[in-house]
């Protein structure tokens, strides 16, 4: 544990150096080739290094345990639990091989020269307006027939109650896989919650702890079997969770 003087400056060193690198990766690599479709992946390696370069500047360990194999050559919806920044920059390190497009908070456009690249990888939704979530689900269709995966925190965001272990999942993610008919790819992350909380007082750099819990096929599922399927990643998640 880190002294609440430490912590303030471990905290202002991550995001220095995650702007840092936000400039030089980000503006010189990642954006001019996330233009095109075509390029993306080399894009996406750029947003994996940056990944790289903050978790483990940051003072970050990872501890993976990736007990199924997934197929290089096939896209996949990847989902886990979200209690942290950092589960994004986990999300990007352990998939080498899969470029990823994020599912994020609209919100997240407005930061000066990050919303910029942002709006360029990523699909942003409102949460607040039906018109934005049709889009989205749109629009992650289209990367994925590109060949892309998609992230997407069913939680739909990191809750403001710390006590809570794992919140409801919104319809989006497990949707858009049946809709796609790509696998789901379920993680649970641990230690974030108490490493990297939204409280600038508070955190420090430790080992986080990610595990492949399920990959779940959707070629024969429906929108029918929405409901069954969110309730039951939902349990393998949490029951992963509390009795770690």
Known sequence: MLTKYLTYL???????LTSLLVIIIGVFWT????????????????????SILSFYGAGFRLKFHPDQKLDTNHPYIFISNHTSLIDVLVMAIIHPHHPIVFVGKAELEKIPLFG????????SVDR???RSKSRVFRL????????NSIVIFPEGGIPDDQNIVLDHF???????AIA?????????IKGLKEMFPWSFDGGYPGRVEVKLLNIIPTEDLSLRDKDSLKESIYQ?????????
């Open 170 to 176: 919104k319809d989006g993610a497990i949707s858009i």
């Open 31 to 50: 954006f001019p080739l996330a233009l095109s479709n075509k390029t993306f992946p080399l894009a996406y390696k750029g947003i994996r290094l940056w």
């Open 236 to 244: 393998n998640i949490y029951q992963d969770l509390i009795h770690s």
């Open 10 to 16: 471990w905290k202002i060193w991550f995001y220095l």
């Open 128 to 130: 607040n307006d039906s």
């Open 180 to 188: 796609s008919k790509v696998p789901i790819v379920v993680y649970s």
């Open 140 to 147: 992650a269709k289209q990367k994925i027939a590109l060949g």
């Open 116 to 123: 910029t690249i942002y709006r360029k990888i990523c699909i």
